[in-house]
C-alpha cells in the first residue's frame, strides 16, 4: 500500500520553499498538505499573508502533492491524529522547536515517522534565521491589522526601533498553555524612534527621518504597523503624513492631544504639557479620515486625560468626540502603576461604544495580564519600549566588560557568537 507524508501548509507559503518540502517529502510516500484554515488562524490569533484560497492556488500548482486537506487545527496535531500518516515532514527552517518535539511525541503515537528536512530526527533547535523570503506589498500589510481585529478581536503589539527588531517580532514565539504565542503586530514608538538617536521624545525627529526607517523595516518583515505620531503636528500637516503612511503600508496612526511642546507621557515631575481643546483636536482627526485613500487605514485618537490627571469623565467626554470626529478607535494611556483607572475607562466606554477599537499601553502598570484587559474590551495592547529598554543594558555591559580587561574576550561572554550573527542574515548560496 502506497504510504502517507504528511506536510503542513504553514503561514508564509513560499512557493519554491515549499516545492522543496513537497520534492522531499514525496520520496516517502504520496504528499498530503495539511492546508491550514483562515479561520484556524484567526483563532490561534495570527493572520494569515495570503486567504486560503490564495494559498490553496500555490499549493495546488506544486508538482507531487497528492492531496490538500482543509485543516482547521492551526498546529495541525488533531489532523495528525486523525490521519496518522506514515510520516510527518517537519521544516526546521519554519517549525519551532517546540513544534518539532510535540510532532515527534506524536508521531511515536502511531508509530509515525517524522522525517526533518536537515534529516535530524527530532533536533529541538529550530535555525533562528530572518528567512523572509516571502514578498508583502503595502495593501497586503496594510490591511492585516483590520482583519486581525475583525476576526481575533485582539492584537499584541511590541516596539521596533530598527529592522532586526522587526525580525524579532516577526519570529518569536513561545509555547503557553499548550498553545504558540507570538506579536501580531508592531508599534513604531516615538520615544524609542529618538532614543536611538539620542535626542528627547519631544518631535525632534521628524517623520521623514522615521519614514525611512519603517522602509527597512519593511523590507525584512510582513506584520502590520502601527505609527505614533505623536501629536500629528497641524491639522494641515497631519493629511500629509497619513498619506505617506499609508503609501508604505501602515496600518494605523495614533495621534495625542497634546498641544505645544510635547513632552513623553510617562515622564514623571512637572513636564508642563498641555492639551489641544476638544475641537481643535477633532478637526485634525476629520482632516486626517479626509485625507485616507484606503478603507482600510485607521487614525487612532489617544488620550491623555489621566496623564494630565483630568479624570475620567474628561477622558469619555474625549473618546466620544473623537469617535465622532471619524477616529477609528481610542488609545486611553496612564502612568499609575495600577491597571484602575484603566479598568474604569474601558467599562464605561464599552457601555458606550462597542465597536471602536480600544488600545493600551501597560508600560507602568505592567503587572496586568491581557486576559483582563480583553476581558474589559481592549482590542489592541502595546509593549511600547521594551526591545530598546532590553538592548540597551545589554550593549552598555559589553561595552564596559571591554574597558574593564583591556582587551575583548571577556565580552564574548555577554554576546552571541558570531555564526549566529551570520546565521541571522545568511543570504543566497553561491553558484
Ligand atoms: C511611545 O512609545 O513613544 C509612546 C508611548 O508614545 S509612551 O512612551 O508611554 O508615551
Ligand atoms: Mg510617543
Keep these: 500500500m502506497t504510504k502517507t507524508v504528511y506536510v503542513r501548509g504553514a503561514d508564509d507559503i513560499d512557493e519554491a520553499h515549499f516545492a522543496a518540502n513537497v520534492a522531499a517529502a514525496r520520496k516517502y510516500g504520496a504528499v498530503v498538505v495539511g ?24 499549493v495546488d500548482r506544486i508538482e507531487g502533492v497528492a492531496q490538500i486537506l482543509s485543516q482547521n487545527d492551526y498546529d495541525g496535531l488533531a ?33 509515525g515517522q517524522l522525517i526533518t528536512l536537515e534529516g535530524v530526527r527530532g533536533d529541538p533547535e529550530p535555525r533562528q534565521v530572518l528567512d523572509f523570503e516571502f514578498g508583502v506589498t503595502p495593501s497586503m500589510r496594510l490591511r492585516q491589522l483590520r482583519r486581525l481585529l475583525a476576526h481575533s478581536g485582539f492584537v499584541r503589539a ?19 498553555q499548550g498553545r504558540s504565542m507570538g506579536f501580531d503586530a508592531m ?73 505645544g511642546l510635547k513632552r513623553n507621557s510617562l515622564l514623571g515631575g512637572d513636564s508642563r504639557q498641555t492639551r489641544e481643546s476638544i475641537d481643535d483636536f477633532s478637526y485634525k482627526i476629520a482632516a486626517g479620515k479626509a485625507a485616507q485613500t484606503t478603507r482600510d487605514f485607521a ?46 475607562f474601558c467599562d464605561r466606554f464599552r457601555k458606550v461604544d462597542a465597536s471602536s477599537a480600544l488600545v493600551v499601553v501597560p508600560t507602568s502598570y505592567g503587572d496586568v495580564y491581557e486576559s483582563e484587559l480583553r476581558a474589559r474590551g481592549v482590542n489592541v495592547v502595546i509593549y511600547a519600549n521594551h526591545l530598546l529598554r532590553a538592548s540597551y543594558p545589554a550593549m552598555l555591559r559589553a561595552a564596559q566588560t571591554i574597558l574593564e580587561h583591556g582587551r575583548c574576550r571577556e565580552a564574548d561572554a555577554h554576546c552571541m557568537p558570531m ?13
Aim: glycine content about 8%; charged content about 30%.
Design 187 to 259: 508599534w513604531s514608538s516615538s520615544l524609542t524612534d529618538s532614543t536611538v538617536r539620542g535626542k528627547p521624545d519631544i518631535e525632534v525627529v521628524d517623520h521623514s527621518a522615521r519614514l525611512a526607517g519603517l522602509n527597512e523595516l519593511f523590507d525584512v518583515t510582513s506584520k502590520p504597523l502601527l505609527y505614533d505620531a505623536d501629536t500629528g503636528g497641524l491639522a494641515e500637516h497631519f493629511g500629509y503624513t497619513v498619506r505617506s503612511l499609508e503609501r508604505l503600508g501602515v496600518s494605523a496612526v495614533v495621534i495625542e492631544d497634546k498641544a
Design 299 to 344: 487614525v487612532i485618537a489617544r488620550i491623555e486625560s489621566f496623564i494630565l490627571n483630568a479624570g475620567l469623565e474628561d477622558a469619555l467626554e474625549r473618546a466620544k468626540a473623537y469617535v465622532e470626529a471619524g477616529a477609528d478607535g481610542v488609545l486611553i494611556h496612564s502612568r499609575a502603576s495600577d491597571p484602575d483607572e484603566i479598568f474604569a
Design 79 to 111: 489532523t495528525l491524529r486523525r490521519l496518522q500518516p506514515d510520516y510527518c515532514l517537519c521544516d526546521l527552517n519554519a517549525d519551532t522547536g517546540a513544534d518539532a518535539g510535540r510532532l515527534l511525541a506524536l508521531a511515536g503515537e502511531w508509530a
Design 158 to 176: 511590541l516596539e521596533v526601533h530598527s529592522p532586526l527588531c522587526g525580525a524579532i517580532v516577526e519570529k518569536a514565539e513561545v509555547q503557553r
Design 419 to 431: 555564526e549566529e550573527v551570520f546565521r541571522l542574515a545568511p543570504g543566497p548560496e553561491r553558484r
Design 35 to 58: 492546508l491550514i484554515t483562515d479561520e484556524a488562524f484567526w483563532r490561534s490569533g495570527r493572520a494569515p499573508r495570503l486567504d486560503f484560497e490564495a494559498r490553496r492556488r500555490i
